[in-house]
């Protein structure tokens, strides 16, 4: 759309566009915004930040509100926004969702509680505060109790069906008893996202089996309401949460219902009694501009510790009543502001790459860069996953490039700034050999990642002893990753098995290892004996083998011997196992030096016992159970393992199928919700500890 003296031209007039406090042309402004725009919702490829963008946005907005003649049909500011998918069926909304109007520093928000004022005519306004979740833009519609459609954003006033989608969200409820508050439909709104933890965990599986990691949950949220098999859409963990009641519409017969709540707040509390996610926890009410300032101040530094991506914080006026009286304009509404939180981007100069060997063998290109603060930490080591994100992106040594980071996921380069290159770049050129043992590397078909399939590689056995100690696997505490590089480095340890020959002896005789520390470390190795078999499972480091599938094979066997003695069609029959699984499984039970590293540890006294019993005929088969808040003795992870042991069944949410709910200390929503459902019993720790001794 755009050739490259046009992009030069256009990047030039964006910084020139921001440098100005008054409009000299405005249809330069109004190209910059579409230009900007095209990069960002065609190409995914932004030449600047959601800030920036904002920035000049308000210009435009400002400008236009004082020459209102000067307002064109195609001006940025009379579109809400357009991500269409043309593979969907479009349906309208029954309510526009209509864009926030953004802040950036509390003056705006001083300025705007005084202006809606006066449009309300009130001296005091009530507020809602909650967090701005970052996500995919989600319209729920139900109609007698039952969900009818979920519809994206789109571009404000109708957007794609992906009803069949959203079923699949286990946090969206396909029906909730609207009608006991003489509801008889209401269209709400969400966000849908996928949480760090399971983020992470998806990403990792997306670089094992050689693929581009995604670039943040937003991303993997939105691509998945667009997935065209539905059933994928369950294996990314999306949790869906609800912020807002566009529309609702009273039963026949029905006065206008002293059942349904008049602020805000009170229709969050109410959508969460029916079963739907919602911020209730973090949801504060204040009177006063200047605490709402505070708690977005407070909330900004605290952002890391929420479970999800937020990116700012959204004030809304309480009372239904006002709302309504405030109204809205073509492009948001006037009832609502959004206080949005410092970039997590900048930019830094790629300094040299680095070439990292990982327990499977796949080397990994690894960006140093000059350090730069992103969002509190310190970055000066970058991924770059592949040679094909080097490729497509064309980064090279000497770039000055745009790095993000989003709360706990990885830094990842945006992309390198080639219009301020000099010439004296150099271009990135992939080894041909390890960087470690100079074997031959190797890229097998339909990878984007090349190996070294050398297992011996010191790097490859390295990595491998860290996976195996790690708290998810074996759990050896006190051999984290630095004792173990010192171990090994100092001939102490030499694979896997040696973890359990260890010459404490020798040991003592290093810096910083007392007889306490020792003591500690031997305990930890005896404990981890005893582990069940999914967790060695696990720890062997076969690829492709998450923690859920080293599950469903310790469930489906009564000795790990029995995997080597397996097809590939066997192994395909056990839950979640695929070919691509089951291949790599079969590969690895059918290599000499696996098979002898697992007998070795079978003699070294590791537990190697199949758990089909335990799941069949355990004192706790049939039942299934939730773990909340903090328990007095067990860590979560320990009383999940125990009740599975002993033949339980663990859920992740509160449901009519859950049998027992186990609550600690600080037990919340879950205990609130759980008390509701007669049949859900609720106990504590040595009630749960009492039923496995009966």
């Known amino acids: 759309m755009y050739n490259s003296n046009e992009i030069i031209a256009l990047q030039k007039a964006t910084t020139k566009i921001s440098e100005l406090n008054e409009i000299e042309d405005v249809n330069l402004l109004r190209e910059v915004l579409r230009f900007h725009e095209h990069r960002y919702y065609v190409l995914n490829d932004p030449l600047i930040s959601d800030e920036e963008y904002d920035h000049i946005y308000k210009k435009l907005e400002n400008f236009e509100k004082t020459h209102p003649e000067s307002i064109t049909a195609d001006s940025p500011t009379q579109r809400v926004g357009n991500s269409l998918n043309i593979e969907f069926k479009t349906v309208n909304h029954l309510v526009p969702m209509l864009s926030l109007e953004n802040s950036y520093n509390p003056d705006d928000l001083i300025a705007w509680d005084k202006r809606l004022k006066g449009i309300v005519d009130s001296a005091v306004v009530e507020y809602s505060v909650e967090p701005k979740f970052d996500g995919a833009s989600l319209s729920l519609l139900y109609e007698n109790n039952f969900l009818e459609r979920g519809v994206t954003r789109g571009n404000g006033f109708e957007g794609d069906d992906v009803t069949l989608n959203i079923r699949q969200v286990g946090s969206i409820p396909l029906s909730a008893e609207?009608?006991?508050?003489?509801?008889?439909?209401?269209?709400?709104?969400?966000?849908?996202?996928?949480?760090?933890?399971?983020?992470?965990?998806?990403?990792?599986?997306?670089?094992?089996?050689?693929?581009?990691?995604?670039?943040?949950p937003r991303n993997a949220a939105a691509g998945s309401l667009r997935m065209k098999d539905p059933t994928a859409v369950r294996k990314r963990k999306l949790e869906a949460i609800f912020y807002h009641a566009s529309y609702i519409e009273a039963g026949a017969g029905d006065s206008t219902n002293s059942f349904i709540p008049s602020t805000h707040s009170g229709r969050l509390q109410l959508l969460n009694q029916l079963g739907f996610k919602t911020p209730i926890k973090e949801v504060k009410i204040f009177s006063s501009i200047n605490e709402v300032i505070s708690y977005c101040l407070e909330f900004e530094v605290l952002r890391d510790n929420l479970p999800y991506e937020i990116d700012g914080m959204v004030i809304k006026v309480n009372k239904i009543e006002l709302q309504q009286k405030a109204g809205s304009t073509s492009h948001h509404p006037r009832w609502a502001m959004a206080y949005k939180f410092k970039a997590r981007q900048a930019t830094s100069?790629?300094?040299?790459?680095?070439?990292?060997?990982?327990?499977?063998?796949?080397?990994?290109?690894?960006?140093?860069?000059?350090?730069?603060?992103?969002?509190?930490?310190?970055?000066?080591?970058?991924?770059?996953?592949?040679?094909?994100?080097?490729?497509?992106?064309?980064?090279?040594?000497?770039?000055?490039?745009?790095?993000?980071?989003?709360?706990?996921?990885?830094?990842?380069?945006?992309?390198?700034?080639?219009?301020?290159?000099?010439?004296?770049e150099t271009k990135i050129i992939f080894p041909a050999k390890c960087p470690v043992c100079h074997a031959e590397l190797v890229k097998p078909e339909g990878e984007a990642v090349w190996r070294c399939e050398n297992i011996g590689c010191e790097a490859q056995v390295v990595e491998r002893i860290i996976h195996f100690v790690s708290k998810d696997a074996m759990d050896i505490r006190s051999m984290g990753e630095a004792n173990v590089r010192k171990f090994y480095s100092e001939g102490i340890i030499s694979n896997i098995p040696s973890i359990y020959e260890l010459d404490f002896t020798q040991l003592g005789t290093l810096a910083g290892f007392g007889q306490k520390s020792i003591d500690n470390l031997k305990s930890a190795i005896e404990k981890s004996k005893d582990q069940p078999l999914h967790r060695l499972i696990f720890g062997l480091g076969i690829r492709y083998v998450g923690e859920t599938t080293a599950k469903a094979l310790a469930k489906s066997i009564d000795s790990i011997f029995e995997l080597g003695q397996l097809t590939t069609d066997q192994l395909s029959t056990i839950k979640d196992i695929g070919a691509k699984v089951s291949e790599s499984i079969f590969d690895f039970f059918h290599n000499e030096e696996n098979l002898e590293t697992i007998k070795k540890l079978d003699t070294l006294g590791l537990n190697t016992i199949g758990e089909k019993k335990e799941d069949k005929d355990g004192i706790l088969s049939g039942s299934t159970f939730l773990f909340t808040g903090t328990l007095p003795g067990l860590k979560r992870a320990e009383a999940e393992a125990l009740a599975e042991k002993h033949g339980g069944k663990i859920l992740s949410a509160v449901s009519a199928n859950l049998t027992y709910l186990v609550a600690g200390e600080s037990a919340g929503s879950k205990l609130e919700k759980a008390k509701k459902i007669k049949s859900i019993q609720i106990i504590n720790e040595a009630e749960f500890l009492n039923l496995i001794n009966s």
């Open 178 to 216: 609207f009608k006991n508050y003489g509801i008889e439909k209401i269209e709400i709104r969400g966000e849908v996202m996928m949480n760090k933890s399971s983020f992470k965990d998806f990403n990792e599986a997306l670089i094992s089996e050689g693929l581009a990691p995604l670039a943040n």
């Open 349 to 424: 100069k790629l300094l040299t790459i680095e070439y990292q060997v990982g327990r499977t063998g796949a080397v990994t290109p690894v960006a140093k860069i000059e350090p730069v603060r992103i969002g509190g930490v310190t970055v000066s080591s970058v991924s770059l996953f592949n040679e094909n994100i080097i490729t497509e992106k064309d980064i090279r040594v000497g770039d000055t490039v745009i790095v993000e980071r989003a709360g706990d996921v990885i830094p990842y380069i945006v992309k390198p700034l080639t219009e301020l290159r000099t010439g004296h």
